[in-house]
């Protein structure tokens, strides 16, 4: 039994004026009268090679398509033992099969010369040509499951395979052929190799997703060239990368891989037509991890060196600016660190790696510290000068690292290790002029916490706060943030050497009365000092409220509110101790032992444990650690 055709449509018609030429003559003059009477002409059907020599690909691949069902499908009928009719049937075949050749010889040229597609003509040729191939795809699928026999001898054809196959050629031919701009000047035969084909890479697919696109209907032969360019060009790096690399052909590499190669994929003009996430890796981790830890390490040395330079420059002295001691160090090291993460992070793209190269910040900031602190130790003639000059630098970098812009580039363990270490440098330089005042006011500190200061407070606190007056009047040439700052530390530092001398244990307050007294003493003072402090140009504002809350303390009778006092104190500050709550309480003579031990007892039960400074936090600005700078024993 004969298998069924899979269509079996007529043979299309031929043209009129090939089989009747007369006639046709006729029709034609006809069809030329009646436009030119507006009349709508008589569409004539052109014959295969017309349709072939116009372009017309899709309407000459649906002729053969028709003639090759009507062919086999008499085939598979059975022509019998008519010589005649067998004789006709194989010239047919013959003649099908060297139009499909001539065909194809044209789609192929076509499909070729893609990248020379500019034209409307150009453009409708090539979409022709795709047409053809997709319907050949469905031809062949529509022949499947017929024996080899039944079916022609170019089915399947598989011109999808084909397709891909020549593009792939084409692809490989025009990579490998790639020229490099004149103007472009690389020394480097790598990164000449790597350029040129990263520039052919780019205007080619430009070129696809501008004029080829087009001609694929429901198809992205955008993403189909990508990841022919992608293969291609993967490839070239691999090889690259295989030989080993100087540092700046690993860093033009890296370039690509991480930054130039994804900016091209990721343009405006191929959104939506190439994903580039679902491209793999252009190098794989086994050569793109040693690369990137090559470029880190000479960040890494170059950092070092530079920041070496800048402190070496740092001993040669300092100078005056606009009445103010100055250094451009901190301004220097700031350009190199944040030149470097920068680096980092546009070369390595997402795989940044800051730990690393952040840890020469660290490295450097101790360098620094004990710079300064030889210069202390030293004692020259020109330490007030450096040591001001600096204060300011140490300003400037802590500006830098605590930034909210930063975020990204500094490892936050890092970049709290250096907060911790700057806020560090910063009080040993303010400590260099500080310390002199509170010698001079050591006198005046011994009758805080006495009887005298007791039945005087307002004296006592005014002696104190006209000593330093005296001294912050003589501080000069220091830039005025920085001049706040120093007033803000030792403002910090007076109260806390209030609080210790508090502590001391010199008196004991027996009754009420007295802890009335104290505790007024203690608010009067306390707004004494900070006002003074603040017009003085100190920032710490929450150290107002540290004597008015120990105050309280000494006018609470109940020792369940002395508790509950004590534990919202340590939640305020963390560093608030139980040594720090018995030298407080033993102002406070009326309380028994029992109730001592129960206090102490609740107190360590429910403190908040103490915490590290937030992120974002100057230490100098916080007072969660303010009674960890009083001492007592």
Same mark, same amino acid.
Not at 302 to 327: H, M, P, Q, V
Not at 335 to 349: D, F, M, N, T
Not at 395 to 408: A, P, V
């Given at each position: 039994?004969?298998?069924?055709?899979?269509?079996?449509?007529?043979?299309?018609?031929?043209?009129?004026?090939?089989?009747?030429?007369?006639?046709?003559?006729?029709?034609?003059?006809?069809?030329?009268?009646?436009?030119?009477?507006?009349?709508?002409?008589?569409?004539?059907?052109?014959?295969?090679?017309?349709?072939?020599?116009?372009?017309?690909?899709?309407?000459?691949?649906?002729?053969?398509?028709?003639?090759?069902?009507?062919?086999?499908?008499?085939?598979?009928?059975?022509?019998?033992?008519?010589?005649?009719?067998?004789?006709?049937?194989?010239?047919?075949?013959?003649?099908?099969?060297?139009?499909?050749?001539?065909?194809?010889?044209?789609?192929?040229?076509?499909?070729?010369?893609?990248?020379?597609?500019?034209?409307?003509?150009?453009?409708?040729?090539?979409?022709?040509?795709?047409?053809?191939?997709?319907?050949?795809?469905?031809?062949?699928?529509?022949?499947?499951?017929?024996?080899?026999?039944?079916?022609?001898?170019?089915?399947?054809?598989?011109?999808?395979?084909?397709?891909?196959?020549?593009?792939?050629?084409?692809?490989?031919?025009?990579?490998?052929?790639?020229?490099?701009?004149?103007?472009?000047?690389?020394?480097?035969? !790598?990164?000449?190799?790597?350029?040129?084909?990263? @520039?052919? /890479?780019?205007?080619? #697919?430009?070129?696809? $997703? =501008?004029?080829? +696109?087009?001609?694929?209907?429901?198809?992205?032969?955008?993403?189909?060239?990508?990841?022919?360019?992608?293969?291609?060009?993967?490839?070239?790096?691999?090889?690259?990368?295989?030989?080993?690399?100087?540092?700046?052909?690993?860093?033009?590499?890296?370039?690509?891989?991480?930054?130039?190669?994804?900016?091209?994929?990721?343009?405006?003009?191929?959104?939506?037509?190439?994903?580039?996430?679902?491209?793999?890796?252009?190098?794989?981790?086994?050569?793109?991890?040693?690369?990137?830890?090559?470029?880190?390490?000479?960040?890494?040395?170059?950092?070092?060196?530079?920041?070496?330079?800048?402190?070496?420059?740092?001993?040669?002295?300092?100078?005056?600016?606009?009445?103010?001691?100055?250094?451009?160090?901190?301004?220097? !090291?700031?350009?190199?660190?944040?030149?470097?993460? @920068?680096? /980092?992070?546009?070369? #390595?793209?997402?795989? $940044? =790696?800051?730990? +690393?190269?952040?840890?020469?910040?660290?490295?450097?900031?101790?360098?620094?510290?004990?710079?300064?602190?030889?210069?202390?130790?030293?004692?020259?003639?020109?330490?007030?000068?450096?040591?001001?000059?600096?204060?300011?630098?140490?300003?400037?970098?802590?500006?830098?690292?605590?930034?909210?812009?930063?975020?990204?580039?500094?490892?936050?363990?890092?970049?709290?290790?250096?907060?911790?270490?700057?806020?560090?440098?910063?009080?040993?330089?303010?400590?260099?002029?500080?310390?002199?005042?509170?010698?001079?006011?050591?006198?005046?500190?011994?009758?805080?916490?006495?009887?005298?200061?007791?039945?005087?407070?307002?004296?006592?606190?005014?002696?104190?706060?006209?000593?330093?007056?005296?001294?912050?009047?003589?501080?000069?040439?220091?830039?005025?943030?920085?001049?706040?700052?120093?007033?803000?530390?030792?403002?910090?530092?007076?109260?806390?050497?209030?609080?210790?001398?508090?502590?001391?244990?010199?008196?004991?307050?027996?009754?009420?009365?007295?802890?009335?007294?104290?505790?007024?003493?203690?608010?009067?003072?306390?707004?004494?000092?900070?006002?003074?402090?603040?017009?003085?140009?100190?920032?710490?504002?929450?150290?107002?409220?540290?004597?008015?809350?120990?105050?309280?303390?000494?006018?609470?009778?109940?020792?369940?509110?002395?508790?509950?006092?004590?534990?919202?104190?340590?939640?305020?500050?963390?560093?608030?101790?139980?040594?720090?709550?018995?030298?407080?309480?033993?102002?406070?003579?009326?309380?028994?032992?029992?109730?001592?031990?129960?206090?102490?007892?609740?107190?360590?039960?429910?403190?908040?444990?103490?915490?590290?400074?937030?992120?974002?936090?100057?230490?100098?600005?916080?007072?969660?650690?303010?009674?960890?700078?009083?001492?007592?024993?």
């Amino acid at each position: 039994m004969a298998v069924e055709s899979p269509c079996n449509k007529d043979r299309p018609n031929t043209s009129l004026t090939a089989k009747f030429p007369k006639f046709g003559k006729k029709l034609f003059k006809k069809a030329v009268k009646t436009r030119k009477n507006n009349i709508q002409p008589v569409e004539i059907s052109l014959t295969f090679k017309q349709n072939l020599k116009e372009q017309h690909f899709a309407a000459a691949g649906k002729q053969l398509i028709n003639r090759e069902e009507r062919l086999f499908s008499v085939k598979q009928n059975g022509v019998g033992f008519n010589r005649k009719l067998v004789e006709e049937e194989e010239d047919d075949e013959e003649n099908l099969k060297k139009d499909f050749e001539d065909l194809f010889e044209q789609v192929w040229s076509t499909v070729d010369n893609s990248f020379q597609v500019q034209t409307e003509a150009e453009i409708e040729a090539l979409r022709q040509a795709v047409i053809v191939i997709q319907k050949e795809e469905e031809q062949d699928r529509r022949w499947e499951g017929y024996l080899e026999k039944e079916r022609p001898q170019w089915r399947p054809r598989c011109c999808r395979d084909l397709h891909d196959s020549r593009l792939q050629n084409m692809v490989k031919q025009r990579m490998e052929e790639a020229k490099l701009d004149s103007d472009i000047n690389l020394k480097s035969s !790598v990164q000449k190799e790597i350029t040129r084909k990263a @520039k052919q /890479l780019r205007k080619d #697919l430009l070129h696809v $997703a =501008k004029y080829v +696109k087009q001609c694929y209907p429901g198809e992205n032969v955008c993403l189909q060239y990508a990841k022919l360019y992608h293969q291609e060009f993967s490839a070239k790096l691999k090889e690259i990368t295989d030989y080993g690399l100087n540092d700046d052909d690993c860093l033009h590499v890296l370039l690509w891989v991480n930054t130039h190669y994804p900016r091209i994929m990721n343009c405006k003009e191929l959104d939506g037509v190439i994903k580039y996430e679902q491209l793999e890796a252009l190098l794989p981790e086994n050569l793109l991890e040693p690369l990137e830890d090559q470029f880190l390490t000479q960040k890494e040395n170059e950092l070092r060196a530079w920041c070496k330079n800048i402190l070496k420059r740092e001993k040669s002295g300092t100078e005056l600016r606009d009445g103010c001691y100055f250094s451009p160090l901190a301004i220097d !090291v700031i350009q190199c660190v944040h030149g470097a993460l @920068k680096s /980092l992070k546009e070369v #390595l793209g997402s795989r $940044a =790696k800051p730990q +690393k190269i952040t840890q020469q910040m660290k490295e450097f900031l101790r360098d620094y510290q004990n710079f300064l602190k030889k210069v202390i130790v030293d004692n020259e003639g020109n330490t007030e000068a450096v040591l001001k000059a600096n204060l300011c630098c140490i300003r400037q970098l802590l500006e830098y690292i605590i930034s909210t812009e930063n975020q990204e580039l500094l490892h936050v363990h890092i970049k709290n290790d250096c907060v911790t270490l700057l806020a560090s440098i910063r009080e040993h330089c303010q400590r260099y002029f500080t310390k002199c005042i509170h010698n001079d006011l050591k006198g005046k500190y011994a009758k805080l916490g006495t009887r005298e200061w007791l039945k005087n407070s307002d004296h006592v606190c005014e002696e104190l706060l006209v000593g330093v007056d005296t001294h912050i009047q003589k501080i000069t040439n220091l830039d005025k943030a920085c001049q706040k700052e120093l007033v803000s530390q030792l403002h910090k530092e007076v109260l806390t050497e209030y609080v210790r001398k508090m502590m001391k244990k010199k008196i004991k307050l027996g009754d009420g009365n007295k802890q009335d007294q104290a505790a007024k003493a203690l608010h009067d003072n306390s707004q004494k000092i900070h006002t003074y402090f603040t017009e003085a140009g100190s920032n710490l504002n929450d150290l107002k409220d540290i004597l008015p809350r120990l105050a309280e303390l000494l006018t609470l009778k109940d020792p369940q509110c002395i508790e509950l006092q004590l534990v919202t104190l340590s939640r305020s500050y963390p560093d608030f101790s139980e040594a720090h709550v018995c030298a407080w309480l033993y102002l406070k003579a009326d309380l028994s032992n029992p109730e001592l031990k129960k206090i102490k007892k609740t107190f360590s039960e429910f403190r908040e444990p103490s915490e590290n400074e937030g992120q974002n936090q100057d230490p100098l600005y916080s007072c969660s650690n303010f009674f960890s700078k009083v001492f007592v024993k």
